[in-house]
Nanobody, 123 residues
Framework: QVRLVESGGGLVQAGGSLRLSCAAS????????MGWFRQAPGKEREFVAA????????YYADSVKGRFTISRDNARNTVYLQMNSLKPEDTAVYYC????????????????WGQGTQVTVSS
């Protein structure tokens, strides 16, 4: 079992930045690929970014490429999502997720989820 707790969400103006954190506990963090997903009201959950076990491989949705950066600190059991140049369309609840071994970009492939953190970008 892996427990995930997100933090760092909030209200920010368009063009601003936020850094989300996701702290993991329960199992060996370095054995899990990590992903960030988001869900806006009335929409399906969508992929944002993912990172491999060592952090050497990352994937991004086209909508956030060049603005968001995913990283991880295996010593701290934490994955981060640095979000820059935020837009109103980035408004959503952001979730981190974990899966064993190979990194994936589809929500169905992830086994463990956090409770989510709200990000609101005002125009």
């Amino acid at each position: 079992q892996v427990r995930l707790v997100e933090s760092g969400g909030g209200l920010v103006q368009a063009g601003g930045s936020l850094r989300l954190s996701c702290a993991a506990s329960g199992r060996t963090f370095s054995g899990y690929a990590m992903g960030w997903f988001r869900q806006a009201p009335g929409k399906e959950r969508e992929f944002v970014a993912a990172i491999s076990l060592s952090g050497g491989t990352t994937y991004y949705a086209d909508s956030v490429k060049g603005r968001f950066t995913i990283s991880r600190d295996n010593a701290r059991n934490t994955v981060y999502l640095q979000m820059n140049s935020l837009k109103p369309e980035d408004t959503a609840v952001y979730y981190c997720a974990a899966r064993r071994n190979i990194v994936k970009v589809t929500a169905l492939n992830y086994d463990y989820w956090g409770q989510g953190t709200q990000v609101t970008v005002s125009s």
